[in-house]
């Protein structure tokens, strides 16, 4: 298994165990921090200053940041850029652990509130969180399965950055273009031509997904 995994993606840099310690430290502190801005964004949307006020206003910020794109795109590059598999699996799960408890901590305790059925996709979302870290890693592996990971990782990011139909296309927000341009210069491949026949792939994907969650439904 480890050979099979090695010749996917391999740690090449080892780093010492108090850079780790330090970097998942890191990583706690920014999820503990977006998750209470979040919310703070959200519960104090009315008492921001007049410059936050006019620039959630342009961009949706606060509704932006209750969705998952951009949340599963920082998981993504944290993912990625981790010196192992293992080690992406540790950082994401830290940073949604912090993400998650900092947004439902303010929300109880501050807002007075806690949506528990909400809460409870968040929670799940968090525990397998380590699992999907783990394989993202060697999306940015050389082989042939590598390739196919990035793709379907992109697909998941396009279903949830643009809603679309047989006579429609949609981007949710000019800030959910951004999040999956941002996917696709992270899980770029070496070459132009390998980077657009990932992207392309990855929308194809997404369409024949999409049709199978819908037509049930339109049947």
């Given amino acids: ?10 740690s090449k840099n080892p780093i010492s165990i108090s850079r780790k ?6 990583v706690l ?9 979040s ?16 620039i959630d206003g342009a961009l949706d910020v606060h509704n932006f940041l209750g969705r998952f794109a951009i949340w599963v795109l920082i998981a993504l590059c944290i993912s990625i850029y981790s010196n192992s598999a293992i080690r992406a ?23 007075g509130f806690f949506p ?5 996709i968040w929670f799940g979302f968090t525990a ?14 050389k082989s042939k399965l590598a390739f196919i990971l990035s793709a379907l990782i992109l697909a998941v990011l396009f279903n949830m950055c643009f809603v679309y139909g047989c006579w429609y296309f949609n981007a ?7 999040v999956f341009i941002i996917g696709l210069i992270v899980l770029r491949r070496d070459t132009l031509r390998s980077s657009a026949l990932m992207g392309t792939i990855s929308i194809v994907l997404a369409a024949v997904s999409y049709t199978h969650l819908t037509l049930p439904t339109i049947l």
């Fill in 128 to 141: 397998v969180s380590p699992l999907l870290a783990f394989v993202c890693w060697y999306a940015k592996g």
């Fill in 21 to 26: 310690i330090i970097n998942t430290m890191a």
């Fill in 116 to 120: 528990r059925s909400y809460a409870m």
């Fill in 89 to 111: 699996s540790i950082n994401v799960f830290v940073f949604f652990v912090g993400m998650v408890a900092s947004y439902y901590l303010y929300s109880n305790y501050i807002a």
């Fill in 39 to 54: 919310k703070f964004l959200d519960f104090r949307q009315a008492e921001l200053s007049s410059v936050l006020m006019a």
């Fill in 29 to 37: 502190f920014i999820g503990i921090a977006l998750g209470t801005f």
């Fill in 1 to 10: 298994m480890n050979k099979f995994l090695n010749d996917i993606r391999s």
């Fill in 172 to 178: 949710k927000s000019v800030l959910e273009v951004i």
